[in-house]
């Protein structure tokens, strides 16, 4: 196949009136990569085309893909299931006419080939024939589950680690610690993720003034490298099997710093190489619609750089930046807008590391994705096409190898859509998202409570989402036994290419204004978000939106529901504070000098991430916040 | 001091919009509602000042005050809302100012036993996810529609009143009802007038000045009269305080004007609220206009001691830099965002033409954008020398 790589700068005008422009000064000639990303991906679209007409025309193409599909449908194992159906493992279109193969085999791939539509591996949720699995693994984990008595971790033998990933965060790192423990009883593979209290995300700490109130709010609170030995107590951080996932943009080269430190402090220095996990650090997003940057743009890259280049070379397991599109959604973009924008964001990192040096070979297998997923209906192939365009992207604009053409997918259902009204339905709205997430392939996935509109989730809707997981993975028929049983429907195929030509039309106006950083400064994809959250808000008003129990089939005797709210009670709170007071102070002797070394590394260009480890152990997190506030500045508030 | 008196110890205000400050708490960026319900008042006739988010309750309270506001709405969703809440209760009624209301409303965190706590602490209103966006309309115009009770303060204006006194009194002073007599000799501060199109940077360049300023001295006091315009009888989103970072701070008086029809860059109001604020011992007060076209040249010597022109380098061609009178009448011109790739040839084009004017203007390039801007502090010193 044509590898074709394409020039970043576009051509001048032929036409004579590039001349004018740079006269008038207002042609730019720096041109955005999301051109070529576009070029790429209509260039690959009459790829496929011409292989259809050629697998047509002539005979010994048609031949030879016509004996590589009988192959493909004899080579694939078969099963069978409970009530004695036999199965090919994996499903293929029923067709032997060889455009239609060519179009399936080069248009979408096989799952876990280029591009990758149906899937970034081959084998995703199946479960595996024999009584071989994680469970006899020498690991701590797998030891660890073995004493445990749970018949479950004895029936499933899964290929790979299971996609169930739940996020929590509460109270102080104690609670949370807690919380994870329970979490985990009812996973077979430990995968955590760890959800931030305010002034965390803000970078200040519990003693900062008028945070009171927001310590362990909807998260966990971290002051210190402490609280972050606390969090994950009773984990073995290095072990094989362990992953764990922290959402954190602003201060997350601080915070991940503060995980390396308290890994080492526990594990020794040996540990670092192997940890795994991912941490969010995606600050483009922020920008456009979470809202919790704290640095200058410029800055805030550079230290995510600096940590991109730090876990490349030296945690090679790790995931430094989880690309998102999940908080787009969230603050009201449409799906195209969500996968438009998190598609050229993810484009713009990759750019930006490459300017910096790095071998994209290196870090594009260390990008990972995170995406919403409601109930509109683009939500039927939005992973899907995401996926293609970041193989082609990856592939044809920046030369990466196969590896670094995988959109590794994270996937939560919408919190959005989720409402108080008769909340107990949002248990529905949630399983079909799940439902949605999983024929769209993703690679883990969190399923939201269904009390989640009024509180962090309690226990009891915690395992109902958790289990609706299982239910569909395990008790279902759907996934386990055969790859791709649901992709590929008429309507899947028909919303693909409206994505597709959606998508590409973002890809064109960002790259008309400049090219993303260009965009932001234009206020292009807020405005676009708040746009399309304003209509969202409008529909739903005038009913045209039905939210079932709000504007449609309203109970008038429809209560506020009787669910337990959690709260951090005072105690803890002033918990937090008394051990952040006693860090301070334990550390006073050190903490000037420290932050000045890292006041050094930040205005002599050095690896701010390498010092921050260092940093983390004499300062808490608003004090190396503050330092650098000082340096770099503030984030100045897009509106 | 007798410089000023006033012609009406009435409340003066029976009709003018109803004023609010809408905010997103400390920790929170929840943004996506209250811009939203920002546009929802504005359409019904509102002046809004929006504060943004990540807004602390100290920060909420002095802009509210400084605002002469009828109510404060805060949009919380992540949590810690009770305290947060019955701080911003509290610090207005520590600041004399429990008349200006607060309501609020936010994800479903605010459960029905907080609200009911909240309401009974003094919030006039706790909105639930779902509430029809004119309910919240409605609830506004019954309970704040009325003027505040409070009298405007007694005594004159004198050298440095509260930010409370300072701002009743601008009330008055923009809508005409209180006259400040014209004794030049007792101005001792310097006023700068800052103007330029839309999208220049003014808001930025200012808030950086403001950051240079309080850096210099560490009892000085500045004060911002920054305008945003809008229709006669119609509401306005007053936003530049949203994305003002250093300018936050208690010594800053900050006050936003809607243009309510006046053309040419301020308002009708704005000469008056300009003695007022040059009487009330700050050392420096910087005016801002809305972004202004080509014709415009809103500084009278009357009213500004300097006045700074904010340019973008894409201004399109030289004919267009002829057309724009400002460039006659500004005594520094600042090329912000002089990063781009036009900044050099629009600092040439503009260098000749003020060569032309003879008058010892001056240009200066800045990146208003980027912390500690090598540009931004000539243009300080050139202001401070």
């Known amino acids: ?639 | 001091m007798k410089a000023a008196a006033m012609s009406n110890r009435q409340s003066p205000i029976a009709n003018r919009p109803i004023r609010l400050l809408t905010a997103v708490p400390i920790c929170d960026g929840h943004d996506s509602a209250i811009n939203t319900i920002n546009l929802e008042f504005i359409r019904h006739g509102m002046e809004v000042i929006y504060l943004g988010y990540h807004r602390s309750a100290r920060d909420i309270v002095r802009a509210a005050i400084q605002e002469d506001v009828r109510a404060i709405g805060i949009s919380s969703y992540n949590g810690g809302h009770v305290e947060f809440f019955a701080e911003v209760l509290d610090l207005l009624k520590k600041n004399g100012a429990a008349d200006i209301g607060v309501f609020g409303g936010g994800g479903g965190t605010i459960t029905s036993a907080d609200a009911h706590a909240m309401e009974k602490k003094g919030v006039g209103r706790i909105f639930f996810p779902g509430t029809p966006l004119a309910e919240m309309v409605t609830f506004v115009r019954e309970a704040y529609g009325r003027t505040r009770k409070g009298r405007l303060p007694k005594g004159t204006p004198n050298r440095r009143p509260s930010d409370y006194d300072l701002a009743r009194w601008l009330t008055a002073a923009e809508a005409g009802s209180l006259q400040i007599a014209n004794h030049k000799s007792q101005i001792a501060n310097l006023t700068v007038g800052v103007t330029g199109p839309g999208g220049a940077g003014k808001t930025t360049l200012i808030d950086e000045l403001a950051l240079r300023f309080l850096k210099a001295d560490g009892n000085a006091r500045l004060a911002i009269l920054s305008h945003d315009p809008s229709l006669m009888g119609k509401g306005a989103l007053l936003g530049d305080r949203a994305t003002m970072i250093y300018s936050q701070d208690d010594r800053v008086f900050m006050r936003s004007l809607a243009t309510r029809g006046q053309t040419g860059g301020l308002s009708q109001g704005t000469a008056r609220c300009l003695q007022l604020l040059k009487r009330s011992g700050f050392d420096l007060v910087l005016v801002e206009t809305v972004g202004t076209g080509q014709e415009a040249m809103p500084f009278g010597r009357e009213l500004a001691d300097k006045t700074i022109l904010v340019m973008s380098p894409d201004y399109g061609s030289r004919l267009q830099l002829q057309k724009i009178v400002m460039l006659d009448a500004a005594d520094v011109v600042v090329v912000n965002k002089s990063d781009l790739a036009a900044a050099k040839t629009a600092a040439a084009e503009i260098e000749q033409r003020l060569a032309l004017n003879q008058r010892g203007q001056k240009l200066i390039s800045t990146v208003a954008k980027c912390h500690r801007d090598e540009g931004v502090d000539a243009l300080f010193r050139l202001l401070f020398p």
């Open chain 1, 1 to 639: 196949m044509l590898q074709t790589f394409r020039p970043y700068v576009r051509k001048f005008p032929q036409d004579g009136s590039w001349l004018r422009c740079a006269l008038e000064g207002a042609w730019k000639p720096a041109m955005s990569i999301l051109a070529s990303i576009v070029d790429a991906v209509e260039a690959h679209g009459r790829f496929v085309e011409r292989q259809v007409a050629r697998v047509r025309n002539d005979p010994k193409w048609r031949d030879q893909i016509l004996k590589r599909w009988r192959t493909l449908r004899a080579g694939a194992s078969n099963v069978t299931t409970p009530t004695g159906l036999k199965l090919p493992r994996l499903a293929l279109p029923q067709t032997n006419e060889s455009g239609e193969i060519a179009r399936y085999l080069y248009g979408e791939g096989l799952p876990g080939e280029f591009p990758f539509v149906n899937g970034a591996y081959p084998e995703m949720y199946l479960e595996g024939d024999s009584a071989a699995g994680i469970s006899n693994s020498k690991s701590q984990i797998a030891n660890r589950k073995s004493q445990i008595v749970n018949p479950k971790s004895k029936v499933a033998n899964r290929k790979s680690e299971e996609p169930t990933r739940l996020f929590a965060g509460l109270g102080l790192a104690d609670d949370t610690n807690q919380r994870f423990h329970y979490l985990t009883r009812q996973q077979r593979s430990i995968r955590l993720s760890t959800a931030f209290d305010g002034p965390t995300l803000y970078g200040l700490d519990s003693d900062a003034e008028g945070v009171f109130g927001k310590i362990g709010e909807g998260g966990v609170a971290i002051d210190t490298v402490e609280d972050m030995e606390r969090l994950y107590a009773g984990f073995p951080l290095g072990d094989e099997h362990f992953s764990v996932s922290m959402t954190i943009n602003g201060p997350a080269p601080v915070i991940l710093a503060m995980y390396v430190a308290a890994a080492r402090r526990r594990f020794g220095p040996d540990t670092v190489a192997k940890l795994r996990g991912t941490i969010q650090a995606d600050i483009l997003k922020e920008v456009q619609a979470q809202n919790e940057i704290i640095f200058p743009l410029d800055a805030s890259l550079r230290f995510l750089t600096d940590m991109v280049e730090f876990t490349i070379t030296h945690m090679p397991r790790w995931y430094p930046i989880s690309i998102s599109g999940y908080h787009i959604a969230e603050a009201g973009a449409t799906p195209v807008q969500q996968a438009a924008y998190t598609l050229s964001n993810g484009f713009a990192y990759v750019e930006w590391f490459r300017k910096r040096g790095l071998d994209v070979n290196q870090f594009a297998p260390r990008l990972s994705f995170f995406l919403d997923c409601g109930l509109d209906i683009e939500y039927l192939a939005l992973a899907r096409v995401c996926r293609k365009f970041w193989a082609v992207g990856m592939r044809d604009v920046f030369g990466a190898n196969t590896k670094g053409q995988l959109f590794k997918l994270h996937t939560q259902t919408s919190g959005r859509s989720l409402i108080a009204q008769e909340f107990k339905n949002n248990v529905t709205r949630t399983a079909v998202e799940l439902m949605l997430a999983y024929i769209n392939a993703t690679n883990s996935c969190h399923s939201n409570s269904a009390d989640e509109p009024f509180t962090t989730p309690n226990e009891e809707y915690v395992r109902l989402a958790a289990q609706a997981q299982a239910i569909l993975l395990e008790e279902s028929g759907l996934f386990k036994f055969m790859m791709n049983a649901l992709s590929g429907s008429p309507g899947m195929k028909i919303v693909e290419r409206a994505l597709e030509e959606g998508i590409l039309n973002e890809f064109r106006e960002i790259d008309r204004l400049g090219g993303v950083r260009a965009a932001i400064e234009h206020r292009y994809q807020r405005s676009q978000i708040q746009a399309a959250a304003h209509r969202y808000e409008q529909q739903i008003n005038d009913s045209t939106r039905p939210i079932i129990g709000l504007n449609r089939y309203r109970d008038a005797g429809d209560k506020a529901p009787a669910v337990k709210v959690i709260r951090t009670p005072r105690q803890k709170k002033q918990l937090q504070l008394d051990r952040l007071m006693k860090f301070k102070r334990r550390h006073r002797a050190e903490t000037g000098r420290a932050l000045d070394e890292l006041s050094q590394v930040v205005e002599s260009g050095g690896n701010v991430f390498a010092q921050l480890i260092h940093t983390v152990e004499h300062c808490s997190l608003g004090q190396i916040t503050g330092r650098l506030h000082e340096l770099v500045g503030h984030y100045r508030p897009s509106v």
